[in-house]
């Protein structure tokens, strides 16, 4: 964040972001934190990668039902496989929506499909379709790979941290397996700092040793309260700096806000319409709360000089 190619303009957010870190890192200072403890918590959907029109992995799913469907045409007349087959994606998108907005009515709909998408995977295999999909497909309206759709001021701000001493983590209520295999190459992040939602895992035996399977059950969903309790107890600690942008990410900044050192909390502001998105459903009670407790609110449109790497376009 430092030189003239840094893809934040240079704004009061930006200021402070650097002052933080300068503060914390600064030996004679007092609010100084010892790098153990510089622990860095990250939203995915919405604040590393873009969330609209639709969510990335529902995307991914979505084509799993597809095929679903061509295995077995009975499925086109049941939930969600007959939204698929429908193309209304704006159920899916808005399905998502409806539960940061407390109202989770067509969440058992959605979880019954995602659950059963996948089901009886080797952890490997999904890691590969995964892998596969987010550099082969596009978005529809941003006219670059989904792994191109990290936010470059994030990206930046990720490195930046990391030269600082931080310890970068992901805590998204997105798939855990479905990030690992692109984190490290997008953001500087590995999979053993990916924390996200899991499916149930079973270890089954076989003539070669034996492998780990996806299971149609739910095991966590990282969202809400529960990301500081799985913050917790992946890492430890809790952190001293979180970024997130929605309501689901409350209590992790909550959680952060509460440590003994010195904390930042920032909340990414989807105000861009003309690079990105403007919408602020899904983040009306974050905002509400960020101006409360004196959290730092990013706006896209004027706090970021550039959204995405404008050389992978």
Known sequence: METSQTSWNDTATRQAIQDFVAKVTD???????????????FDNDGTLWCEKPMYIQLDFILR???????ENPDLAELQPWKTAVARDYGWLGNAVTKHYLGDDSDLPILMKGILAAFAGLTVEDFAARADDFLRTQSHPTLNRLYVECGYAPMIELLHYLEANGFTNFIASGGGRDFMRPV?????????DRVIGSSVSLEFRAGDRGGDVLTQPHLDILDDGPVKPIRIWSRVGRRPILAVGNSNGDIPMLQYTEGNRHPSLCLLINHDDAAREFDYTAGAEEA??????RGW???SMKHDWRAVFDPQSE
């Not at 799993?64 to 061509?70: C, G, H, K, T």
């Open 296 to 298: 730092l609110v990013v």
């Open 27 to 41: 030996r004679d200072n007092l609010a100084y934190v010892p790098p153990e403890e510089r622990i860095a918590v």
């Open 183 to 191: 984190t490290a190459g997008m953001y500087g992040i590995p999979p």
């Open 287 to 292: 905002l509400k709360t960020a101006r409360d």
């Open 64 to 70: 799993r039902w597809l095929e679903m469907v061509d």
